[in-house]
């Protein structure tokens, strides 16, 4: 079965660190993979994806994630962190070998930036 | 995302009554999803739709219904709500193309609160 881990409920960095926000994957195939934020009262937006080519993604709002597929994981990164980056943050996996375009989503996790 | 619109965008309803939540699309996508979220389950997929006759469940179907009256609305129903139906719901579309953006990514709109009492 598909599936898709985040291991932390919520990771806390102070502002100017850089932040690393963990996923795993398991996935039958070549997998792509995405990230999306969610910020208070709003949808999920869409921040990057994986589907193949440079194991290192660059995305919206400075973030990057990298791609290891020996260790299967797809980790969230950000140089170095901003106050406004707090926010609900999820990992998901486009479910299936065929086109179907579904996702399975994460747990979420939780990223707290304090100044 | 202003081009996924939901209506209501909060609710509070009795057990047992009937409840209709509305998404409209203005992206041209021909797929769309219908997810509801609660907290530390991330996001499941209740129903998809692929085009107008495509309709498809998702993991948590039991006790919702939907309806895709045109390309660019997607209706989900509670025929007899319940408490544990208490969530945020989802509407989101996409594009397998990759005309109107990156391939399969999905497009999400602002959200139901929704809350049975």
């Known amino acids: 079965a598909q599936s898709v881990a985040q291991p932390e409920d919520q990771v806390n960095v102070a502002e100017g660190n850089p932040l690393t926000v963990k996923c795993t994957y398991s996935v039958s195939g070549n997998p792509y993979l995405f990230w999306y934020v969610q910020y208070p009262n709003r949808g999920l937006q869409f921040l990057l994806k994986?589907?193949?080519?440079?194991?290192l993604v660059k995305g919206s709002y400075g973030f990057e994630a990298e791609f290891n597929k020996s260790q299967t994981s797809f980790h969230l990164k950000k140089p170095s962190a901003l106050v406004s980056d707090s926010a609900l943050y999820f990992c998901a996996v486009r479910h299936g070998s065929g086109n179907t375009g579904k996702l399975i989503f994460g747990q979420g996790t939780t990223l707290q930036v304090k100044p | 995302d202003a081009d996924v619109t939901q209506t209501p965008r909060n609710r509070i309803t009795k057990t047992g009554k009937r409840i209709m939540l509305e998404c409209s699309q203005t992206?041209?996508?021909?797929?769309m999803y219908w997810y509801r979220q609660d907290p530390g389950l991330g996001l499941r997929l209740i129903y998809y739709?692929?085009?107008?006759?495509?309709?498809n469940k998702g993991e948590i179907s039991d006790g919702y219904s939907v309806s895709r009256q045109a390309q660019a609305k997607f209706s989900l129903s509670l025929e007899s709500a319940i408490p544990n139906q208490t969530a945020l719901y989802f509407c989101?579309?996409?594009?397998?193309?990759?005309?109107?953006?990156?391939?399969?990514?999905?497009?999400f709109g602002p959200g139901t609160r929704l809350t049975v009492l």
């Open positions: 992206k041209g996508h021909d797929r």
């Open positions: 739709s692929f085009d107008v006759k495509d309709i």
């Open positions: 989101a579309t996409s594009d397998p193309t990759g005309t109107s953006g990156p391939r399969d990514t999905q497009y």
């Open positions: 994986y589907i193949t080519g440079d194991n």
